[in-house]
């Protein structure tokens, strides 16, 4: 048997406790936003550390930082001029709340058919662990063809506050020729996919005020002008009948899509009732003019995040509140810059704001766009990995979210990341009874052992 | 000395006991909304049946309820024929909170100039002192010229939940010609004021969704009608450019204001000035074709009273909400009824709604407007004794308000009310530094001296 075969086959020797490993760091309740689960966290990155050195990593360290420590493990045994593979991934987890719609608790991973019911099984336990059973079946049959870095971080879930300092502060560590981020999913189980673009992120709070008090709507009702009213008359001007974002040379600077690329993305297997069917609504919304696909990968958006003004409460209180405030923010596409939205944004106010009110605009942390360079050597050596294992054409596509930490990569460490995944879109991530579909988990780890290899002879 | 002199006379013989006694009724934190607060409730309740009974009045009870206590006391010396004026008060107070914002503690009450600072010194201990001061002088000085009782209750700040109960209850006991109600303010000091009309209530939640549960905005921005902006849709067209009320057929059955009342309404010294100041707002906003007072009095008007989706703590979480709600009222004129309302509000909502998104409009208690007819001996008996005293012609006013125990004694007691008071716009009622203007408030007695005088002739 050759190396490659050997380490396939290994992989299926070896299934049964690959799958016992990933229901055993399952079972530890890693929820990073929870001061609560301190220990656990520190239990998770300790056992990841332990399975690393069982694999035959080097270098393995559980690095503190100000929040929740960073795991790290390395095998750089690969022969000179070979690529440094830095693969990224995170151990923690969403909170389970709320707690009465899981069938199975949460931190008891259970098997339903061919999926692993767990908190954390899709997002994104189990893509770490796929990635190391990958280099643990390599390291088991013969040297490493690819020299890898693996760096584990804890604190995902809640923005990663902690990571650009950690990249700052472990440079020569952390270099590397590209990142393997295995925290994008796949469209479909047959449809294995790498994800090359991801929307930036412009984000405000608005505020509206008027009277200098709460005042009753009975005294002053009709002659004081509403701030929630005014708020909501704002909001409903940012997108015209068209479901286009009305802010003023909003869409000066935004990139079209060619026609190659409006093909390959009419080709993806998500049509609208796909959307419509995920998202849960009664009918799909937006920009005209553009396909469901094209507008959550390829267009800008904007929505509003949360908004509140006045009594909330049972009951009801007759009140003309003093301010509003809305959350408000635009998903970014290149080459488009938060800076530059709020130019527009104020530009929006200053002509549209009436003068019975007042605003303030305030900006919040956001960040442009990303595209990754769909010819880099990795991009080519995942799209045959993976044409490989599924006996399928790849799936590009560009997601309507944003990962910083890709974007922390490219200004930190100069690296570009390559984003993939093996959890499906109905894994309901961050919701109750999360779930990894076996089969598919399996198909990827094999996929991996097929992409170390073709680094390595990149 | 007749006996009206005598009791002008006694009135100015007795100030300064008056103010002592009307300190120590505020010295007591009768606030009607926090159970914390029961003891001084019932002490209060207490304090002014002691306070009745040692001025003259008869059958003085305090008369439990579900909650807080209504005092009863009565004086029914008159003779066949003359008529029964039932006072109606409140002894309950607003929480003084914020207590940072008082210059002097809220229950210490202080002098200050001509004003006295205390909760409750206006709205409306100092009210009921004056109706019972009055009584007092009359009772002191000769037969009372006219039947009065008094109703003093204590829920009116928290929306006299007992109140209906109470009124079926002791109908016998309660049964009269008219009710006082002192509750209502003044224009200015140099206007006594007759409140003659009072706006309804039609208040509603309407609830918008949309997502099955909340959606990542980068995953779902510009495929999914976000329910957030969809409501500030909604909301922004229930007004049209001049400011006038969308819901259909919304002013069909409005009843027009003559050009006699229009006429009244511009003579009375409340223009637009005095709306901007007393409700600290940068403009005025409103109906076209209508000045402020008409607005305000004669006009209805819609408000959103409190809005809420999404994510509203600090900082940003990129989230579509699964749903938004509003708080949304109107304020009513005759001949507008609260379920005529309701279906003009479905129907806005039918012909308005997207199907991108679900609603629900969940009506809760209202009432329709109220006006009180200035033909009423009372009225006529109230307009001469303000006149008397002030020397200035009486103002008719329609408030934008509602009283819902005015409407209540209509229905259940079969009874119209009169309304009047000595409190003035910058009182600060419900607001910190609340404030009586003392030599306004002894004018006020007199003239309820001379208001039960004219009663008995009437």
Aim: glycine content about 8%; charged content about 20%; hydrophobic content about 40%.
């Amino acid at each position: 048997m050759d190396f490659l075969t050997k380490a396939i086959s290994y992989l299926k020797v070896n299934e049964e406790r690959f799958l016992e490993e990933l229901k055993e760091i399952c079972t530890i309740p890693s929820v990073s936003t929870s001061p609560a689960h301190e220990t656990d966290m520190l239990k998770t990155a300790e056992t990841l550390a332990a399975h690393m050195r069982r694999i035959g990593l080097s270098n393995v360290q559980v690095i503190a930082t100000q929040r929740h420590p960073v795991v790290y493990g390395e095998s750089l045994a690969g022969k000179p001029g070979q690529p440094v593979v830095l693969v990224y991934g995170h151990y923690d987890v969403q909170p389970a709340e709320p707690l009465e719609l899981w069938r199975t608790p949460a931190f008891e991973p259970t098997l339903r058919g061919d999926e692993l019911v767990a908190r954390g099984a899709s997002d994104m336990k189990g893509q770490v662990m796929a990635s190391l059973n990958a280099v643990e079946a390599l390291l088991q049959n013969g040297p490493l063809p690819v020299n890898v870095k693996f760096m584990i971080e804890g604190e995902e879930e809640i923005g990663s506050p902690s990571l650009p300092k950690f990249l700052r502060d472990h440079k020569e560590l952390l270099a590397c020729d590209v990142v393997f981020n295995p925290d994008a999913g796949m469209i479909s189980p047959e449809c294995p996919t790498i994800v090359y673009g991801l929307r930036g992120l412009a984000y405000f709070e608005l505020r509206v005020s008027g009277p200098e008090h709460d005042l009753h709507s009975g005294v002053f009702g009709g002659v004081v002008h509403n701030p929630a009213q005014a708020l909501c008359e704002l909001v409903a001007g940012m997108h015209d009948a068209e479901g286009r974002i009305t802010l003023p040379g909003f869409y000066d600077s935004v990139a079209a899509l060619d026609s190659a690329e409006r093909e390959e993305m009419a080709s993806l297997p998500v049509d609208e009732a796909y959307y419509q069917k995920q998202a849960g609504v009664p009918a799909l919304w937006g920009e005209a003019g553009f396909s469901a696909v094209e507008r959550v990968g390829g267009r800008p958006s904007l929505d509003v995040n949360g908004i509140y003004s006045g009594f909330t409460g049972s009951g009801s209180k007759t009140v003309i509140p003093a301010a509003a405030m809305a959350k408000i923010s635009m998903r970014l596409v290149p080459n488009q810059r938060p800076d530059e939205v709020y130019e527009q944004f104020i530009a929006y106010l200053e002509k549209k704001a009436p003068p019975t009110i007042r605003w303030e605009l305030i900006p919040m942390p956001g960040g442009p766009a990303c595209m990754v360079s769909r010819d880099l050597p990795a991009v080519t050596a995942l799209e045959q990995a993976l044409k490989t294992v599924w006996q399928q054409p790849v799936c590009y596509k560009r997601e309507g979210g944003s990962v910083p930490v890709v974007t922390e990569m490219q200004e930190i460490l100069n690296v570009e990341s390559v984003l993939t995944g093996f959890g499906l879109p109905d894994d309901q991530i961050h919701g109750p009874n999360e779930r990894l579909h076996l089969p598919t988990w399996r198909r990827g780890t094999e996929a991996l052992v097929h992409f170390f290899i073709n680094m390595g002879q990149s």
